[in-house]
């Protein structure tokens, strides 16, 4: 029995271990995705009503990636639908005084909303949005008939299985600046996050370059 012995030099291993990354990555788009705020179950039927205030719950990540890749959040409707009616999802960094909401970091711009009694379920996704570990996501309503008491409503759900937020206060903002109301539950949303995009390409780049370098030295000696 003939037994090969096959001897690769180092920068063409580092080359293809660097072709190999990219390949992989390329295969999976959602890489490495991983929820970092779990608020989900069990959903109370209890609600906040935002009106014309925007409503912000202050929500701490879990250890893991910082790049928002989805987010989801639910909503009842309690309005008669006339086909404008959305709502706005944001997000903010905690930077403003006192610690309140204040860089805006992410608009959904509209959302498309409907009229509905029991918990509708929506997930944004698609998002690449760098995030602290501790920001402040919001909702506000639009095309609503305040005046006549017509509402979308947030609901209450947890405490987190994942990440962790405070449930004693919730922020609100009337286009005045944020407040803090006393509140004994968080909102409903679930956070997944994934590695900075050019990370692992990063990584690839890095080893192609090693690779290169290794075998110009071969070819020197």
Same mark, same amino acid.
């Given at each position: %029995?003939?037994?090969?012995?096959? !001897?690769?030099?180092?920068?063409?291993?580092?080359?293809?271990?660097?072709?190999?990354?990219?390949?992989?990555?390329?295969?999976?788009?959602?890489?490495?995705?991983? @929820?970092?705020?779990?608020?989900? /179950? #069990? @959903?109370? &039927?209890?609600?906040?009503?935002?009106?014309?205030?925007?409503?912000?719950?202050?929500?701490? &990540?879990?250890?893991? #990636?910082?790049?928002?890749?989805?987010?989801?959040?639910?909503?009842?409707?309690?309005?008669?639908?006339?086909? /404008?009616?959305?709502? !706005? @999802?944001?997000?903010?960094?905690?930077?403003?005084?006192?610690?309140?909401?204040?860089? %805006? &970091?992410?608009?959904?711009?509209?959302?498309?909303?409907?009229?509905? %009694?029991?918990? !509708?379920?929506?997930?944004?996704?698609?998002?690449?949005?760098?995030?602290?570990?501790?920001?402040?996501?919001?909702?506000?309503?639009?095309? &609503?008939?305040?005046?006549?008491?017509?509402?979308?409503?947030?609901?209450?759900?947890?405490? #987190?299985?994942?990440?962790?937020?405070? #449930?004693?206060? @919730?922020?609100?903002?009337?286009?005045?600046?944020?407040? %803090?109301?006393?509140?004994?539950?968080?909102?409903?949303?679930?956070?997944?996050?994934?590695?900075?995009?050019?990370?692992?390409?990063?990584?690839?780049?890095?080893?192609?370059?090693?690779?290169?370098?290794?075998?110009?030295?071969?070819?020197?000696?």
């Amino acid at each position: %029995m003939r037994i090969r012995v096959l !001897q690769t030099s180092r920068g063409a291993l580092l080359q293809r271990l660097a072709i190999l990354i990219v390949i992989s990555l390329c295969a999976s788009p959602g890489w490495s995705e991983t @929820i970092v705020y779990d608020n989900t /179950d #069990p @959903i109370s &039927l209890s609600t906040d009503c935002t009106g014309e205030l925007e409503c912000g719950d202050e929500i701490t &990540l879990a250890a893991g #990636p910082r790049t928002v890749s989805e987010f989801e959040f639910a909503y009842l409707g309690d309005f008669n639908q006339d086909g /404008d009616e959305a709502v !706005q @999802i944001r997000f903010y960094a905690n930077d403003g005084p006192g610690g309140e909401p204040g860089t %805006m &970091l992410f608009d959904s711009g509209d959302v498309a909303v409907s009229p509905s %009694m029991v918990p !509708q379920f929506v997930v944004l996704t698609g998002l690449s949005v760098s995030v602290p570990d501790t920001f402040t996501w919001s909702l506000q309503a639009t095309g &609503l008939d305040f005046e006549n008491s017509e509402r979308v409503k947030i609901p209450f759900a947890g405490p #987190p299985t994942v990440g962790s937020s405070d #449930p004693s206060f @919730i922020w609100f903002n009337s286009g005045g600046g944020w407040v %803090m109301f006393g509140r004994s539950s968080d909102h409903y949303a679930r956070v997944t996050a994934m590695p900075e995009p050019g990370a692992g390409l990063s990584f690839a780049a890095s080893t192609l370059t090693l690779a290169a370098l290794a075998r110009r030295r071969v070819r020197r000696r």
